[in-house]
């Protein structure tokens, strides 16, 4: 490179400044590449991993069995220019690689990034901020859902548990639970906070497989219908329902959460929120107060934050699209839109971490299949995706937030959390099958 070119570079103004021309895509790196590379190491807080150019430079400590590698040079300039979508599509398709497990990696990569947002200069966090996506409409939902839960019921049924395909966090009542067990204790935890009795009406918005339908409807006696757009998710439903006869109890419903009649005793949503955005929170609003009744109890659960920010441009564009979200303020909103009772609100997110870490082992032990079904590229990405997600909440970056509500009028509430605690929630054992 000229050295009246190199020279052109303010690094105190713009410390990620790139030069100007096109570089070649082999070779040596070359010096500013080398100061780049340092800089953005430098600014995601040092962390104690050894950070790799296609040449062998490298920052960081060199004891270490952790650490990435940068494989060409235009890899380098895409991180540059979007970090969070860059660095996933990189890693997806090889010309990122990590050293040592990805989890820890990731692990110790988020922890420094949550630690050193500080850091960076405000100009370049806007560029590099990850844009919001404030809510779907009807055909945009569809599509997304699409995207995401329509990849096939195999997949899903490589990796989740085998009680009740649940893609929502788990209940650790104790560290040593299978994730059968702890999904089976999520069922019966919300059910309790819900209160339910025999020949109750519920209504749930967002039903993924139909686990939780199936079992307030065999364990607790109440009428359930549910909703999902999700065409797979509802067929799997329907069938698990009459193999285990009680398809006269719970109604699968194809239809959007927007569409919902009628009313019912209790109105639950595990997993839906995320879909939903801060735009359509009011719609939803709407929908529970025009349902439910006077004196009934609903429940929330949804992965939420503790400062309002994008989700990760990566997941949202690859993964997850047209996903949010929220903080608990932003998530308070939702029942400020009518005059619900905030009656109990619980974070389980260490326990969303342990789900996560289950199921990226089961991923990981049906790779070769999944990778024969669709590629390396979406076995890499979903991996990624995993255990960056098991890296977050372990960081604090995400929480998993339960609300229980009520309308205004009711005092048929709770008085104490004493009906959650007395008996076990988990089963004792669980037989597959």
Known sequence: MPRDTEQTVDRERNPLAVPGGEQPSSGAALAPERWLIQRLYELIGSPPLQVSLWDGYSVGPHDRDMGITIRDRGALYKLLRQPNLGFGDLYSSGRIEVQGDLKEVMVVLVEHLYRGSDRVPRWLDWMWRDQAREGADLNDARGNIHHHYDLGNEFYSLWLDRAAMQYTCAYFESPDNTLE?????????????????????????????????????????????????????????????????????????????????????????????????????????????????????????????????????????????????????????????????????????????????????????????????????????????????????????????????????????????????????????????
């Open 181 to 433: 067990q702890a999904q089976l204790a999520k069922l019966e935890h919300v059910c309790r906070k819900l209160q339910l009795e025999p020949g109750q009406q519920v209504i749930e918005a967002g039903c993924g497989w139909g686990g939780l339908a199936r079992y307030m409807a065999k364990h607790h006696g109440v009428k359930v219908r549910a909703f999902n757009i999700s065409r797979e998710q509802i067929a799997y439903a329907r069938e698990k329902a009459r193999e285990e006869g009680i398809a006269d109890r719970v109604e699968y419903i194809e239809d959007d959460y927007r569409n919902i009649s009628g009313s019912c005793d209790r109105f639950v949503s595990v997993g839906m929120l995320e879909h939903v955005g801060p735009a359509n929170y009011k719609a939803l609003a709407g929908v529970i107060d025009r349902c439910l009744h006077p004196e009934g109890l609903g429940l929330i659960h949804t992965i939420g934050r503790n400062h309002p920010r994008p989700i990760n441009g990566w997941i949202e564009k690859r993964i997850f699209p047209g996903a949010y979200v929220p903080s608990i303020r932003e998530l308070m909103e939702l029942f400020e839109h009518q005059p619900f009772s905030v009656l109990d609100v619980e974070n389980l997110r260490l326990h969303y971490a342990q789900t996560l870490e289950h199921w990226l082992e089961r991923f990981r032990e049906h790779r070769d299949e999944v990778a024969r079904d669709y590629d390396e590229n979406f076995v890499r990405a979903w991996e990624l995706y995993l255990a960056g997600s098991v890296a977050t909440f372990l960081s604090g970056g995400l929480q998993l937030f339960q609300v229980v509500f009520a309308p205004p009028s009711s005092n048929q509430v709770p008085r104490n959390r004493k009906h959650m605690y007395e008996q076990p929630a988990a089963p004792t054992e669980w037989a597959d099958g």
